[in-house]
C-alpha cells in the first residue's frame, strides 16, 4: 500500500513536525489555506481536528476552537467539501482528528471510503478503544489504506505497549504528560523517564511526541526522545489574531523550528 | 432474557468503554476488581453497616392514602427523599468510596447536576476524610445555590463548569478532563449508571437496595413481593435502574420511566433522550442521546438540573430497545401541578426530579386493584426557590 505516512517515515527519521489545526477556526472557509500555509513553510505531516461538542480529552484551547468551528457551521460533511480537491495542491501526510460519535453518525464505512477518495492518509480518534477498533474498525481501515493512530501515555503498561505497537502502522502518538491537550509543560523528571523508557522499549513503530509541545524549547525536546512531535493548541492559539493567514503561519512555525 | 451487564460491558447492543487512553489504566483496574471488592465480606459488611445506621436505611414504603383515593387505586411511594443527604444518590456514593479506598485512592472528583449527587460525595468524603472537589454546571450552581452552600461547608470545592450550556453535560466533561489530568490518586465518582462500563453496573448494584427492599416491604404490607407497576424518573437513570433492578425479570411488572420534556417534546428545549434521540456514544458509552445529524450533543433543558442530561444509562437503552420499560414523560408545568399536589395532599415535598414520576399518574389508567410503586428519589428542599417562583407564595 502506497501511504504518504509511511513514506515519510522512511524518508526522515527525526525532526518532524507535524501541526493539528481545527478545521472551520478562526472561519470556516479557513480550513484549505491554512494546510496550504503549513505545507508552504515546511511542515511534514498535518492532522485535521475535526471539532466535536463535547470533547473530553482536549484543553481549553481546543475546546473553544471547536465551539467557534461548530458554530461557524463545520460538520463531517462541511469538511469532506472542502478537502475534496486538496490532493490536487498537497502531497504531504493528512490525518484527520476527532471523536467517535460524528464518525458512527456518518456511517464508519462511508466515512473511510470518503477519507480514501480524498486522500486521507490515516485517523486518530481518541474515544475509538483498541478491542472496539479490532472487531468492528479494522477491516474497513485497511481495505480504505487508512492507518489506525494510536496514543500511549505515561500510564500504559509495557504488556498494553506492546500490543498497541503490534497493531498500530503508521506511527505511534505519545502522550506527553497526564494530561487533556494543551496543558503546559516543560520536560519534567518524570517524563524524562518515561520518554528515555519508552525510546529503549524497542517499538517497532516510529514515534511522536505530543500535547504540551508549543515552542522552539519543548519541540527539540520532544525531537531528542522520538521521531518528532506535534503541535496543536499553541498552534491553534497563534491562528487567534486579525493579520493575515499566511503571516500567522509562518510566523508560527518559524518561531518553532527556523530550519524546516 | 438477562437485562443485565455482559463480561464485555454491554447491555444488548449498548455500553462498552469508548474511553481515551489517558483513562485505560484507571478503568482497567476498576473493571478487573469492582466485583471482587464489592462482593467480598469486609465491603458487604461495611457498606451494610453505612446505609443502616449512617444512611437511615431501609426508606420507608409508604401507603400514600389521599393519594390513592385521589387516582382510585394503591399508591405506594419508595421513600429515597428521607435518606441523610436528601435523596437516592447517597446509596450510590456510601459504595463508591468504599471502593475507592480499598483501590488506595485519597482525592475525589465528582460532577453533579442538582446537587444532590455531589452534596452526597462532599457527605461521604467528609466521613472518610478524603479531599472532594465537585465539578458543577455554572447555570446549576445559581439555581441549586443552597446544595452548593452545603456542599462548601462540608469542606468540598466546587468548580463551576463553563462551557457548552453549563449544565450536567458539561459538568462531566470537566470531570473526566480532571481524571485524565489526574490518573494516579484520585477516584471519580460516577453519580449516574451513565460512563464507561463497569460504571453502570456498580452504580447500578448499589442502587439496587432500592428494589431489594421494596420487594420485602411490599411483602409485608400487601402479602405480595411484585406491584403492578414500578415508576421512576429518569436523567442518566440511577434510581430509576435502582428501583427496577430486582424487578427486571419479574415480567409481570411494569416498569416505567419518566424523562424530563421540558417545554415539551415538539421544542427544542427539553431532555426527553429516549423519546426523540438516536444511538451514539456520549460520555465515555454507547447509548441513546440528543444529537444533530452530524453527531453533535445537541443541549438539553429541564427546569429539573438533575435531568437536564443529553444522553442516558445503557441499561435503559437496552431495556428500551428490548421493550422491558417504557419511557414516557412530563413537561415542566405538569411536574410542577404534580408537586404541589404530593405536597397538599400528603405533604410531603418533593425534589422537581422526583414529581416527574408523580405526574405521569395522569396519564396512565390505574385499576382499583392495582399496585403502583412510585420512587420518590428526593425531597424539594433544594427547589423551594422554583416553587416559590411559580406558585408565588
Known amino acids: 500500500m502506497n501511504n504518504r505516512i509511511n513514506q515519510l517515515f522512511q524518508s526522515k527519521k527525526e525532526r518532524i513536525l507535524s501541526v493539528y489545526f481545527t478545521a472551520g477556526y478562526p472561519n470556516l472557509e479557513d480550513t484549505v489555506p491554512i494546510i496550504q500555509e503549513l505545507v508552504k513553510n515546511g511542515v511534514d505531516l498535518i492532522e485535521i481536528g475535526m471539532p466535536f461538542s463535547d470533547p473530553v480529552a482536549d484543553g481549553p484551547v481546543i475546546q473553544h476552537s471547536s465551539l467557534i468551528s461548530l458554530r461557524n457551521g463545520m460538520s463531517v460533511r462541511k469538511l469532506f467539501d472542502q478537502l475534496s480537491d486538496i490532493r490536487q495542491s498537497v502531497d504531504i501526510p493528512l490525518i484527520l482528528m476527532g471523536y467517535i460519535n460524528p464518525v458512527l453518525q456518518y456511517g464508519v464505512e462511508a466515512f473511510c471510503e470518503k477519507c480514501n477518495k480524498i486522500g486521507i492518509d490515516g485517523l486518530i480518534i481518541p474515544d475509538l478503544p483498541l478491542d472496539v ?23 500504559t503498561s509495557a504488556e498494553r505497549m ?50 504540551g509541545i508549543s515552542n522552539a524549547e519543548t519541540f527539540a525536546n520532544a525531537c531528542q526522545f522520538a521521531n518528532g512531535a506535534i503541535i496543536g493548541s499553541a498552534f491553534v492559539k497563534a491562528m487567534e489574531g486579525n493579520e493575515p493567514l499566511e503571516q500567522k503561519v509562518s510566523g508560527f512555525i518559524r518561531s518553532i523550528a527556523a530550519d524546516i | 432474557m438477562n437485562y443485565q451487564v455482559n463480561e464485555k460491558g454491554y447491555y444488548g447492543e449498548f455500553g462498552g468503554a469508548y474511553i481515551p487512553e489517558m483513562m485505560v489504566p484507571n478503568i482497567e483496574e476498576l473493571r478487573l476488581k469492582y466485583l471482587e471488592i464489592i462482593n467480598s465480606y469486609d465491603f458487604r459488611q461495611e457498606f451494610i453497616g453505612l446505609l443502616k445506621h449512617y444512611v437511615g436505611r431501609p426508606s420507608p414504603l409508604y401507603f400514600a392514602k389521599r393519594l390513592s383515593e385521589k387516582y382510585q387505586s394503591n399508591i405506594y411511594l419508595k421513600r429515597e427523599d428521607l435518606n441523610h443527604t436528601g435523596s437516592h444518590k447517597i446509596n450510590n456514593t456510601i459504595g463508591q468510596i468504599l471502593v475507592a479506598k480499598k483501590l488506595g485512592k485519597h482525592r475525589i472528583i465528582a460532577e453533579t447536576g442538582a446537587g444532590q449527587h455531589g452534596l452526597a460525595t462532599a457527605t461521604v468524603c467528609a466521613l472518610m476524610g478524603l479531599k472532594c472537589i465537585v465539578y458543577m454546571g455554572a447555570v446549576d450552581v445559581e439555581r441549586q445555590a443552597p446544595n452548593v452552600k452545603k456542599m462548601k461547608m462540608l469542606g468540598a470545592e466546587v468548580i463551576p463548569a463553563i462551557s457548552g450550556n453549563q449544565t450536567l453535560k458539561d459538568a462531566t466533561n470537566e470531570a473526566m478532563r480532571d481524571w485524565i489530568n489526574n490518573p494516579v490518586d484520585t477516584h471519580y465518582i460516577i453519580g449516574s449508571v451513565v460512563g464507561p462500563h463497569p460504571y453502570p453496573d456498580m452504580v447500578a ?30 436523567g442518566g437513570g440511577s434510581n430509576a435502574a435502582g428501583a427496577f433492578y430486582h424487578f427486571l425479570n419479574q415480567e409481570e411488572v411494569e416498569l416505567i420511566g419518566v424523562e424530563a420534556a421540558g417545554k415539551g417534546i415538539d421544542t427544542s428545549e427539553t431532555a426527553a433522550t429516549l423519546t426523540l434521540g438516536s444511538p451514539g456514544v456520549l460520555h465515555s458509552s454507547r447509548s441513546i442521546l440528543m444529537q444533530t445529524e452530524d453527531g453533535q450533543i445537541t443541549e438539553p433543558y429541564s427546569i429539573s438540573a438533575g ?4 444522553g442516558i444509562g445503557p441499561m435503559h437503552a437496552n431495556l428500551f430497545a428490548a421493550k422491558r420499560a417504557k419511557y414516557l414523560w412530563a413537561t415542566d408545568a405538569e411536574v410542577l401541578d404534580a408537586a404541589l399536589e404530593l405536597t397538599q395532599l400528603e405533604g410531603i415535598i418533593p425534589a422537581l426530579e422526583s414529581a416527574h414520576a408523580l405526574a405521569v399518574l395522569k396519564k396512565i389508567k390505574l385499576k382499583p386493584e392495582e399496585v403502583t410503586v412510585i420512587n420518590l428519589s428526593g425531597r424539594g428542599d433544594k427547589d423551594m426557590e422554583a416553587y416559590l417562583k411559580h406558585f408565588g407564595y
Not at chain 2, 307 to 310: I, Q, S
Request: glycine share 4%.
Open chain 1, 133 to 155: 477498533y479490532l472487531e468492528e474498525f479494522k477491516t474497513i481501515f485497511e481495505a480504505n489504506n487508512l492507518h489506525n493512530i494510536f496514543l500511549i501515555t505515561p500510564q
Open chain 1, 162 to 211: 506492546k500490543v498497541i505497537d503490534d497493531f498500530s502502522s503508521g506511527f505511534i502518538y505519545m502522550v506527553s504528560s497526564n494530561a487533556t491537550t494543551g496543558a503546559k509543560s516543560s520536560v519534567t523528571d518524570f517524563q524524562r523517564e518515561y520518554f528515555e523508557r519508552i525510546k529503549l522499549s524497542s517499538l517497532k513503530n516510529p514515534r511522536l511526541i505530543g500535547f
Open chain 2, 205 to 234: 448494584r448499589f442502587q439496587s437496595v432500592i428494589s431489594e427492599e421494596i420487594r420485602w416491604q411490599l411483602d409485608e404490607q400487601t402479602g405480595k413481593e411484585n406491584p403492578t407497576r414500578v415508576i421512576a424518573c429518569v
Open chain 2, 307 to 310: 435531568l437536564d442530561y443529553p
